[in-house]
């Protein structure tokens, strides 16, 4: 009996290891990345962040204020206030002349180029989650009370073109304006027990195209893939799944991450993505970099002492910026990681 239990012992273990190089591929040894500048403030966690588009300055969203700030420096150059809630979402135009923030029942249209707000959009009734330029005349939005819209600028105002609604919240939204398609996550952070889903919209037709059920909890953050091809969705189930847009085939899964995985970034022109995770527990702040086809993990490590609430990377492939529950802000060397 002693020697079947063995046995069963040594098979559970190679299954379990099987299953481990399956999901997340070979590890290496992780070399740190080098902090450049760090970024305080005591107006609350940082909720979003967003590079210029110029890669000169880097947006920073908190408690009621979009902050604007020198990558070179990391000086504060504006701070753009009375804004409602926390800025959940921010976005810049193709062309580098508009910003939104989405924030508290509203989405703020500054100019990029002297911070004067433009416009208020007003439509959703929860926390807007999601904001990305399809064009320099159109704007997608989402939020957690199930809500997404459509934004166009016609004759120089900006009105409400189409819209869509959803049962459960939205907590993230994901587009690609070349392959036309959109990505929210959907699902109740309350409710860990119900089912996170992904659901692709077709922007041409503005409706949805296809829904996966694919998590054990709520989709917390999405990103898409460099190539258009897929979205990569994290979770509160702690999980990464790479899900393809043309069939819905989850084509990857990685479960390094020890608590919600909150944010995630493509590197742009590499086959690289970063990902923020952290909860209501203290520790496992986790900054993962990945290695997207094989799942290896490039860098692992704990960089904040709250949980890691946003990522974002230069377009330039330069810097990666890393924003947490622990009110900083921290700008890595992003370029000398990956040489």
Request: hydrophobic residues 40%; proline residues 3%.
């Amino acid at each position: 009996m002693k020697s079947v239990l063995n046995h069963c012992q040594i098979v559970i273990s190679f299954l379990a290891l099987l299953n481990c190089f399956y999901s997340v591929g070979y590890l290496t040894a992780a070399e740190p990345l080098t902090p450049l500048k760090t970024i305080s403030q005591a107006t609350g966690t940082v909720s979003a962040l967003r590079f210029s588009v110029d890669n000169q300055s880097l947006y920073l969203g908190t408690y009621g204020q979009l902050q604007v700030v020198s990558v070179e420096l990391a000086e504060i150059l504006h701070k753009l206030d009375k804004l409602s809630g926390y800025i959940t979402s921010i976005a810049a135009s193709p062309d580098g002349k508009l910003l939104a923030a989405g924030h508290y029942q509203k989405v703020t249209l500054f100019n990029a180029e002297d911070y004067s707000q433009l416009a208020q959009l007003k439509h959703h009734r929860g926390q807007v989650t999601g904001a990305k330029f399809l064009s320099d005349q159109q704007l997608l939005t989402a939020a957690d009370d199930g809500t997404v819209a459509l934004w166009k600028l016609t004759d120089d105002v900006w009105s409400l073109a189409e819209s869509l609604e959803y049962d459960e919240p939205i907590t993230s939204l994901a587009v690609d304006p070349v392959l036309k398609w959109a990505a929210i996550g959907l699902g109740d952070e309350t409710r860990v027990t119900r089912p996170g889903s992904v659901v692709i919209i077709d922007l041409e037709s503005f409706r949805e195209k296809k829904s996966h059920v694919i998590h054990k909890s709520a989709v917390a953050s999405l990103a898409a893939t460099n190539d258009g091809k897929s979205v990569l969705s994290g979770s509160f189930d702690e999980s990464i799944i790479v899900t393809t847009i043309s069939d819905g085939l989850q084509t990857g899964i990685f479960k390094q991450h020890a608590r919600p995985v909150n944010c995630i970034t493509s590197v742009p022109n590499q086959d690289v993505i970063f990902s923020g995770s952290g909860g209501r527990y203290k520790e496992k702040n986790e900054l993962i970099g990945w290695t997207l086809s094989t799942g290896e993990v490039l860098i692992k490590s704990e960089p904040h002492a709250g949980k890691i609430t946003a990522v974002a990377v230069s377009s330039d492939g330069k810097f990666l910026a890393t924003g947490s529950q622990d009110e900083t802000t921290v700008i890595w060397d992003l370029a000398a990681f990956l040489k």
